[in-house]
């Protein structure tokens, strides 16, 4: 017979672990590749839906793409957001360079052009070049999505090699 003491102790250890479950299913996480840099970026699957990648090599270029193909950018790309309603918005600008070039590039008496180092690994640089602000209202789903996405397009753990 089941005293109450163990059927409290079992059904404690079950919502426990039921929570659990649906802990890690919430914090999901999903590989987006940035081919042809040799990264994915890892966000939360929800949030991931939401993205599109763009290279910005492709179609027609402008000149600050053919800029920083000058500068010795290898590979360019656009991380996408498209909101609630529909409208899709540029997120940031991922740029892939040797590191000897993206320091060439710099210019210590202006904000980095394109942008900042995130990742330095066997003599190359992936770089960010974020929002400075958000364009949703902080309190709706797009503005909670994109304060994660911005903490998340700066720290180098999102970023694994391909």
Same mark, same amino acid.
């Given at each position: 017979?089941?005293? $109450?003491?163990?059927?409290?102790? =079992?059904?404690?250890?079950? $919502? =426990?672990?039921?929570?659990?479950?649906?802990?890690?299913?919430?914090?999901?996480?999903?590989?987006?590749?940035?081919?042809?840099?040799?990264?994915?970026?890892?966000?939360?699957?929800?949030?991931?839906?939401? =993205?599109?990648?763009?290279?910005?090599?492709?179609?027609?270029?402008?000149? @600050?793409?053919?800029?920083?193909?000058?500068?010795?950018?290898?590979?360019?790309?656009?991380?996408?957001?498209?909101?609630?309603?529909?409208?899709?918005?540029? @997120?940031?600008?991922?740029?892939? @360079?040797?590191?000897?070039?993206?320091?060439?590039?710099?210019?210590?008496?202006?904000?980095?052009?394109?942008?900042?180092?995130?990742?330095?690994?066997?003599?190359?640089? $992936?770089?960010?070049?974020?929002?400075?602000?958000?364009? @949703?209202?902080?309190?709706?789903?797009?503005?909670?999505?994109?304060?994660? =996405?911005?903490?998340?397009?700066?720290?180098?753990?999102?970023?694994?090699?391909?």
């Amino acid at each position: 017979m089941i005293t $109450l003491q163990r059927l409290k102790v =079992l059904l404690i250890s079950a $919502l =426990l672990l039921t929570l659990s479950a649906c802990a890690n299913s919430a914090h999901e996480t999903v590989e987006i590749s940035l081919a042809p840099i040799p990264y994915v970026f890892e966000v939360p699957a929800d949030i991931a839906k939401r =993205l599109t990648i763009e290279n910005m090599e492709l179609g027609t270029s402008s000149d @600050f793409t053919k800029q920083a193909k000058q500068a010795g950018a290898i590979a360019q790309l656009w991380i996408n957001y498209t909101a609630d309603d529909g409208s899709v918005h540029g @997120f940031a600008g991922v740029y892939y @360079f040797k590191k000897a070039d993206f320091e060439k590039a710099q210019n210590p008496n202006e904000p980095p052009l394109y942008g900042s180092k995130v990742v330095e690994e066997s003599g190359m640089v $992936l770089a960010i070049a974020g929002p400075q602000d958000s364009i @949703f209202e902080p309190n709706t789903q797009d503005g909670k999505n994109i304060s994660a =996405l911005y903490t998340l397009v700066y720290d180098p753990k999102s970023f694994k090699s391909s």
